[in-house]
């Protein structure tokens, strides 16, 4: 697939419980251009990951996507067959978790890992597949990569593991690449490694998405964000902008604890306070009763996005924030 944005449009996303039904992604819009990357944040429990499985087609049973449009390029993701998105899934948009062991097979090699996405979508030869395999795992800075590319996971440092699993998302130059927490565990040498080979994979057109609570990487990293809160999105905008003039309570609570002097890539700090029970949302905006500023408005009036910026680049859900430009 040539380079393709993925445009996510009024995502509503539940999980079926036995007693009710619960609201985790409402109403979540972005887009992810070729050679863009777009970082999601927000506390624990927001919404982020529900957010990129459901683009993915990979919910729990008891999860259901109740509305919205996903598109990669022409393709309408929510309306494909389970076979049609197998075929979407790792050879147009790659995947990078946390933890390298859970998204590689530990029953597999290397050569295995790599090159079955190539081969199972007809991509080329087996002898090609190889070459290409590692090619990339060369390209990952996985040292002898002809002799490497017959061991299996278990045989590999954290590290390594890591890159591994970076080269099977790579292999197939995917339009679009998630990674979720992908430097968390991680130490700083190999997250900057890390970071280098995402970066040559954005500057080959691959759109990224990066759930992270690293505000330092997000930074340095990505080109827009939006900020998640109790499943929805709060706000939106250039990274950079966000970070040097927040405009929504929340975002100024989440950032001012990490955006300390020397503090770049501490994690994100808590609000205080908690956020909702989804299944007890309060009314109006959820973040009103955690929230400063709030007035009796904030805990009545639902919070639409609403422009904040003349150039539309920013998005506020916070009519407080608006009136204030
Ligand atoms: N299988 C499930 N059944 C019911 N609720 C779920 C299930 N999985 C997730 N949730 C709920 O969906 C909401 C969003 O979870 P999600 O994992 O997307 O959050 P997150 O922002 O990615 O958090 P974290 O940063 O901790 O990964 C949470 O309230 C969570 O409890």
Not at 160 to 184: F, H, Y
Request: hydrophobic share 40%; aromatic share 4%; proline share 6%.
């Amino acid at each position: 697939m040539s380079a393709s944005s993925l445009e996510v449009e009024g995502l509503r996303t539940e999980f079926v419980l036995r007693d009710r039904v619960l609201r985790v992604v409402d109403d979540v819009s972005f887009t992810v251009k070729p050679g863009r990357a777009l970082a999601i944040v927000g506390e624990s429990g927001s919404g982020k990951s529900v957010t990129m499985r459901s683009v993915m087609r990979l919910l729990p049973k008891t999860g259901r996507v109740a509305g919205g449009r996903a598109r990669l390029g022409g393709t309408d993701l929510l309306g494909l067959s389970e076979r049609q998105m197998r075929k979407v899934r790792g050879r147009d948009i790659g995947m990078v978790f946390q933890n390298a062991m859970e998204a590689l097979n530990p029953t597999l090699t290397l050569e295995r890992q790599l090159t079955e996405h190539l081969l199972w979508h007809g991509v080329c030869d087996r002898a090609e597949a190889k070459r290409r395999a590692i090619q990339t795992l060369g390209d990952v800075g996985i040292p002898e990569p002809e002799q490497r590319i017959r061991t299996y996971p278990f045989q590999l440092s954290g590290g390594m593991r890591q890159r591994a699993m970076i080269a099977t998302a790579m292999v197939t130059q995917p339009s679009v690449l998630i990674a979720d927490e992908p430097t968390t565990a991680v130490d700083v040498t190999v997250q900057r490694q890390l970071l280098d080979l995402l970066a040559q994979l954005k500057a080959r057109g691959t759109g990224v998405i990066m759930i992270t609570h690293d505000l330092g990487v997000a930074r340095y990293f990505c080109d827009d964000a939006i900020v998640m809160y109790a499943g929805r999105v709060v706000e939106r905008g250039p990274i950079r902008q966000l970070l040097e003039r927040p405009a929504h309570p929340y975002t100024a609570g989440l950032f001012s604890s990490t955006l300390e002097v020397g503090a770049r890539h501490r994690p994100l700090q808590p609000v205080p306070g908690a956020p909702p029970d989804l299944a007890h949302r309060p009314p109006g905006c959820a973040f009103h009763p955690r929230c400063g500023q709030a007035e009796q408005r904030c805990g009545q009036e639902e919070q639409p996005l609403l422009p904040w910026s003349e150039d539309g680049q920013r998005e506020v859900a916070c009519w407080k924030a608006v009136q204030h430009v």
